[in-house]
């Protein structure tokens, strides 16, 4: 028998490269555990990234850690001494943050038990348990699996069997596959927000899209997984190659929920594929109508350009939706359908793209470049389709290969991969393989130069528009602000004088 009374769930410290936003947002993986554990025990939930947001250190590689100090973690721990330590991992940068809690809690107490969930341990289970402080490993959503593990640690009952998880026994690491998953989302219960510090993430207001139009905002997701398989992504994968979604009543009512308790003007919707099920979307749109909710919200993590029409669009907007980032990656059909595998026709983007611009939703996007077999033209088309289109803003990425994503098998077979590529010092802004076309400086070169083009664009063609979405950034970030200016600057000046350097 082993007495577990108290659990305490942890986001760990981010990281970011040098000159670009420090986000910190609500992170829903731990409150929705913490919502389904403390039923059965006492738990608290640690934003160690949001609680220390303002402590930065420089890791070289271009990138910095921000959140609270090891010392501050393990007096935390120590402080309310838990039985169970969970923590999760968003992404692969956070890992050695990860490991390096595991080790406080168990300087502090050997006894305590570690449990570690997330994309790159899903991914990579026997190279993560490679770090004797953690005892398991949930792989992919957690909500069944870890009350189910924790019951039978209680008992004394083997938990080899149990579906999705991974541990060490007699010195191996054995991995169960992760089978089974939550068919009927509305039984989850809503996430913890009363165990988040809520008041923090206004304060920063650095959101997950980088802006907002109100400080007072949460994100929310009101489905899991995406019928499409683009080659970059991971996420499809962790949430079972399956879609599922949540009720729009019961989307609805958290939403309610956010707005009468927690004062919250705007909402971020986090989904991979918020409109897949068009149907469920219009009821969704329409009852934040008819409920009268007066919220502002945006897609953050992009939407399916693929499923939009005039209809929906129009009540997207009736219904308080002011920012769409549209998922386009790239601005050549045929990288979209060889090399990507996105279901996407461009020909139709440019028209839903004027849609949204009359209906005066700003429009931001993503690009991804720098693809296995993607051209020096190719890629200059992206660019310019981007421009083409007089987007509101855009985020241009290189193309990375994620544990779990298609994109990672490729270059790993082919041998595309850097001498000592390494997960956790990903940068989306560099690239780490060299393929027989482009190398990876004149890839980042390209890319330098022509995102400064293209935002230089955008602030000279709209600057009103400019200030209005930045403005809220501006004014409760200006430390930041500058930081950002004098790193683009600077930036700017390496790119096009690098010859000369």
């Known amino acids: 028998m082993l007495p577990i009374e108290k659990i305490l769930l942890v986001f760990p410290p981010s990281t970011q490269a040098i000159g670009h936003q420090r986000a910190s947002a609500h992170p829903l993986g731990i409150a929705y555990l913490g919502a389904v554990l403390k039923k059965d025990y006492r738990v608290k939930l640690l934003d ?32 309310y001494s838990p039985n169970v330590v969970g923590i999760t991992c ?50 992919g959503e957690g909500e069944d699996t870890l009350p189910s593990l924790l019951k039978q640690l209680e008992n004394g009952q083997d938990f080899a069997d149990l579906d999705g998880i991974a541990f060490r026994r007699d010195g191996q690491v054995q991995v169960n596959p992760k089978t089974t998953y939550i068919k009927n989302l509305d039984e989850l219960p809503f996430p913890a927000w009363e165990l988040l510090p809520m008041e923090i993430y206004s304060t920063i207001n650095i959101s997950m899209s980088s802006h907002s139009k109100s400080r007072y905002w949460a994100p929310i997701i009101t489905s899991r997984g995406c019928p499409a398989k683009c080659v970059f992504c991971s996420s499809v994968h962790f949430w079972g190659n399956r879609y599922r979604n949540r009720s729009a009543k019961n989307a609805l009512d958290e939403i309610e929920l956010l707005v009468k308790e927690y004062k919250i003007k705007e909402i971020q919707f986090c989904d991979d594929n918020l409109i897949f099920d068009k149907k469920r979307a219009k009821e969704i749109f329409q009852g934040i109508i008819d409920r009268r909710l007066r919220i502002f919200w945006n897609t953050p993590n992009g939407i399916a350009l693929w499923r939009l029409d005039r209809e929906l669009l129009e009540l997207m907007k009736a219904s308080g939706c002011y920012e769409l980032t549209l998922a386009i990656e790239s601005g050549d059909q045929e990288v979209l359908s060889k090399i990507i595998k996105k279901p996407l026709n461009l020909a139709r983007v440019e028209s839903l793209t004027r849609i949204i611009q009359k209906l005066k939703i700003r429009t931001h996007s993503f690009f991804i470049i720098g693809f296995p077999g993607e051209t020096e033209e190719q890629i200059r088309r992206t660019f310019s389709f981007a421009r083409k289109l007089r987007l509101t803003s855009a985020w241009f990425f290189i193309a990375n290969p994620l544990p779990g994503s298609k994109l990672y098998e490729i270059c790993k077979q082919k041998g595309y991969l850097k001498e000592g590529f390494d997960f956790e010092t990903i940068d989306y802004c560099k690239s780490n393989y060299e393929t027989p076309g482009l190398t990876s400086r004149e890839l980042e070169n390209i890319r330098d130069k022509e995102n400064f083009i293209f935002n230089l664009g955008v602030l000279f063609r709209n600057p009103i528009l400019f200030i209005q979405r930045n403005l809220l950034y501006l004014i409760t970030n200006p430390l930041s602000s500058l930081e950002l200016f004098i790193h683009g600057v600077v930036t700017v000046f390496k790119t096009f004088f690098r010859k000369r350097i």
């Open 90 to 139: 968003l992404y692969s940068a956070q890992l050695p943050f990860i490991r390096r809690i595991c080790q406080l809690t168990k300087e502090i107490n050997p006894k305590s038990i570690t449990i570690i969930g997330g994309s790159h341990p899903t991914f990579l289970p026997k190279e993560t348990l490679r770090e004797k402080s953690i005892d398991f490993i949930i792989l």
């Open 48 to 79: 160690a990234t949001a609680e220390g947001y303002r402590n930065v250190k420089n890791l070289g590689n271009n990138l910095v850690r921000y959140g609270l100090s090891d010392e501050e973690i393990k007096k935390r721990i120590a402080d």
